[in-house]
């Protein structure tokens, strides 16, 4: 089994920034695609950004290219997502899932919320 823990999220001002990050424990943290993906109300969930389990390969969605980046630093096995020029769109519950494939994920936390007033 694998747990994830996600903290960071928060009340912050369009323009801001935050820092997610996403504690994984139970099995080997360092084999999975891990993957960040958001849900606004109203709104189905959707893709954020995923990096591979060696952290050399990543992958975002449109939507937040060059203001999001994910990483990872597997001696803490934990994951972040770093977001700058938020904008009040990118309110949602933001969620860290992990799977053996991009888009094929078997293990969920439980998702911290991020709202960005205007």
């Known amino acids: 089994q694998v747990q994830l823990e996600e903290s960071g999220g928060g009340l912050v001002q369009a323009g801001g920034s935050l820092r997610l990050s996403c504690v994984v424990s139970?099995?080997?943290?360092?084999?999975?695609?891990m993957a960040w993906l958001r849900q606004a109300p109203g709104k189905e969930r959707e893709f954020v950004a995923a990096?591979?389990?060696?952290?050399?390969?990543?992958s975002n969605t449109e939507i937040v290219k060059g203001r999001f980046t994910i990483s990872k630093d597997n001696a803490k096995n934990t994951v972040y997502l770093q977001m700058k020029s938020l904008k009040p769109d990118d309110t949602a519950v933001y969620y860290c899932a992990a799977g053996w494939a991009e888009g094929q994920y078997d293990y969920w936390g439980q998702g911290t919320q991020v709202t960005v007033s205007s």
């Open positions: 990096i591979n389990w060696s952290g050399t390969r990543t």
């Open positions: 139970g099995r080997t943290f360092g084999k999975y695609v």
